[in-house]
């Protein structure tokens, strides 16, 4: 058994519903706090999202999964959006894309290998549901992970709108 298997071995991971959406608010919450964003802004993106996270759960666009601890407690937890936009040349025939988020691991259980495990699930949902293409954007605590599961970086840009 791997280090990470060994360190994980404890926790179960269970899928995230209706029930969830205050927990999968707060992860948000804390993801943004811990890169650094000002405390001013934590609220409102908690206010904005929860009736779309709502929505997302309900009509299952919105996939999670959640590490328990063997106490019952979220020990981390992983996000998938499945949206419609348009389809691409690396899956011309799917309209919807595949978009990870929401991964937080509460201080205490970091350095686990929880994230890895909950991305691994979200990898194996979206094998299973064929899509082609998983996309995020990593945080600077993430990416490491996320290169070291076969992520890569793209072309993507943005521009910030005053």
């Not at 609220?43 to 999202?49: A, F, L, N, T």
Request: glycine share 6%.
């Amino acid at each position: 058994m791997s280090n990470a298997a060994a360190r994980t071995s404890t926790i179960t991971i269970r899928e995230t519903n209706l029930d969830d959406v205050e927990e999968i608010l707060h992860h948000r919450r804390q993801m943004f706090s811990d890169m650094g964003h000002p405390e001013a802004v934590l609220d409102p993106i908690v206010r904005s999202c929860r009736p779309y996270m709502q929505r997302y759960l309900a009509d299952g666009s919105y996939r999670g999964w959640f590490a328990i601890a063997p106490d019952g407690r979220v020990a981390a937890g992983v996000g998938l959006l499945i949206t419609p936009l348009v389809s691409g040349p690396l899956a011309p025939d799917n309209v919807n894309r595949a978009y990870l988020l929401n991964v937080y691991t509460y201080p205490e259980f970091r350095k686990r290998g929880l994230a890895r495990a909950l991305t691994q699930k979200a990898i194996d949902y979206c094998r299973s549901q064929e899509f082609k293409v998983l996309w995020l954007h990593a945080s600077k605590y993430g990416r490491p992970i996320y290169e070291s599961m076969g992520f890569e970086a793209t072309n993507e840009m943005r521009l910030i709108i005053d």
